[in-house]
């Protein structure tokens, strides 16, 4: 059973915000909410991380309602160099295989 | 060291040969991971170790993949008898600690073609 679902792609036009939305309906107490970007022939390199409500870096924010079953990542005005696919993944501070489930992704494509 | 280095880059194989990866991590990290990307798909995780030691071996698709590593740095996956569903990128990453909330680094990955 996967731990977290993402659309598989989303399209958009250069200048707008993007958000992409992923589902954890079983995420557990102790489990925090990380996201990680993969350009082509790279490897990922990591986003954001949260736990509740919003988190906000200099490249995205996290949104995450108080249920937890869900978080939303925004990327505000982006630009040709952000596409690329975007991973969620949850899972607690113990470390081990299933906190590691990297799924498909969302295969962002930012259009001039 | 700077960051997560994979070797090599690119390498490709016959049916049924052996190869060896290589993962130099992060120089002080105690974690280490191996992936698996098969063209156009997501990362399938392969393998974990926390130091020298892989607890949790059960991500590895098959007998014929094996991994190790020593001195708390270098770590080599090793595919006997390759197959060309073998064929992939493998990306290797390593994180401070076994802990979730660590970031993962990334290596470039080694593209593995087989024959």
């Known amino acids: 059973l996967a731990k977290t679902t993402q659309p598989i792609s989303m399209d958009s036009y250069e200048g707008q915000e993007v958000n992409i939305t992923c589902s954890h309906n079983?995420?557990?107490?102790?489990?925090?909410i990380t996201w990680y970007q993969q350009f082509p022939s790279q490897g990922p390199r990591f986003i954001i991380q949260g736990y509740k409500t919003k988190v906000t870096n200099e490249v995205a924010s996290l949104f995450i309602p108080a249920d937890r079953k869900s978080s939303t990542l925004s990327l505000p005005r982006v630009s040709l160099s952000d596409t690329a696919v975007y991973y969620c993944l949850v899972g607690d501070k113990r470390g081990g295989a299933n906190n590691l489930f990297f799924g498909t992704g969302t295969r962002l494509t930012v259009i001039p | 060291g700077a960051g997560v280095s994979q070797s090599p880059s690119n390498k490709v194989t016959e049916k049924g040969k052996d190869v060896e990866l290589r993962c130099d991590p992060i120089?002080?990290?105690?974690?280490l991971y191996w992936y698996r990307q098969r063209l156009g798909q997501g990362l399938e995780f392969l393998i974990y170790f926390q130091g020298n030691s892989a607890p949790d071996k059960s991500g590895l698709p098959s007998d014929r993949f094996s991994a190790e590593r020593t001195g708390e740095s270098v770590s080599t996956l090793t595919i006997q008898r390759t197959q060309q569903e073998d064929s992939a990128v493998y990306l290797c990453?390593?994180?401070?600690?076994?802990?979730?909330?660590?970031?993962?680094?990334f290596g470039p990955g080694t593209r593995l073609t087989v024959l």
């Open positions: 990453a390593s994180s401070a600690r076994l802990d979730f909330t660590d970031t993962q680094y």
């Open positions: 079983n995420i557990a107490t102790n489990d925090y």
């Open positions: 120089s002080g990290h105690t974690a």
